[in-house]
């Protein structure tokens, strides 16, 4: 079954409709973005959650310190870098990791190869001004023969409630991740956040 993330989480409330509704994953992004939050917001947020949903914070080249620090103020069970991080310096880590690469063609997944101890694989739309979370899509087709096991891809980049379905039966991915696509005039919709939940669950069926 495909797992959830809901990412760029700023409120408390959406963050427990998401998780009644089914989502597996909860994600505070850390980085420069409209959907930043403070580590104490992430904390107060995280501290409703229950202990089953898996905590996310995304960073752009921070610190390990910062990563590490972050992460044991607010629980974190994963960092997730979209940054310039090297493989050297993912393994210095203590916390489990997810990197993430931005794709447009067959070529872009090369640079995936070398991180094999990273939990999950992350791939979003090469298009957009910041490192993720832009809400546009790519073109699925070129993950047909990945460099790396499809338990390991988490699927991101314009997904919707009404794509994530296709989306899911052309990638087979571990985890759908979903930030702006839940989203209506900027803020999260706990209704949109239903709905797309519901989709994938459907496959499921």
Not at 48 to 53: A, D, K, M, R
Not at 104 to 124: G, V
Not at 132 to 154: A, K, M, S, V
Not at 167 to 180: E, R
Request: proline share 2%; glycine share 6%; charged share 25%.
């Amino acid at each position: 079954m495909t797992r959830v993330k809901i990412c760029g989480i700023r409120h408390t409330e959406n963050a427990i409709e998401a998780t009644k509704r089914g989502a597996d994953m909860i994600g505070f992004v850390f980085a420069k973005s409209k959907r930043q939050v403070t580590v104490e917001q992430a904390k107060q947020i995280a501290s409703s959650l229950p202990t089953n949903i898996k905590k996310v914070g995304v960073f752009v080249n921070a610190s390990q310190e910062e990563l590490e620090a972050t992460a044991h103020s607010v629980g974190l069970d994963y960092v997730q870098l979209h940054g310039d991080e090297s493989l050297k310096f993912c393994q210095q880590l203590s916390i489990p990791y997810i990197k993430s690469f931005r794709v447009q063609s067959k070529d872009d997944l090369e640079q995936t190869k070398q991180y094999n101890d990273a939990d999950y694989i992350l791939l979003d739309s090469a298009t957009g001004p910041y490192r993720g979370g832009n809400g546009t899509q790519f073109d699925w087709q070129i993950l047909n023969d990945l460099p790396f096991e499809h338990e390991r891809l988490i699927l991101a980049g314009g997904l919707n409630q009404d794509n994530v379905k296709y989306a899911i039966s052309q990638t087979t991915p571990k985890v759908v991740d979903v930030s702006s696509g839940v989203e209506f005039e900027g803020h999260k919709s706990n209704q949109l956040i239903n709905q797309f939940i519901q989709s994938v669950k459907e496959c499921s069926k």
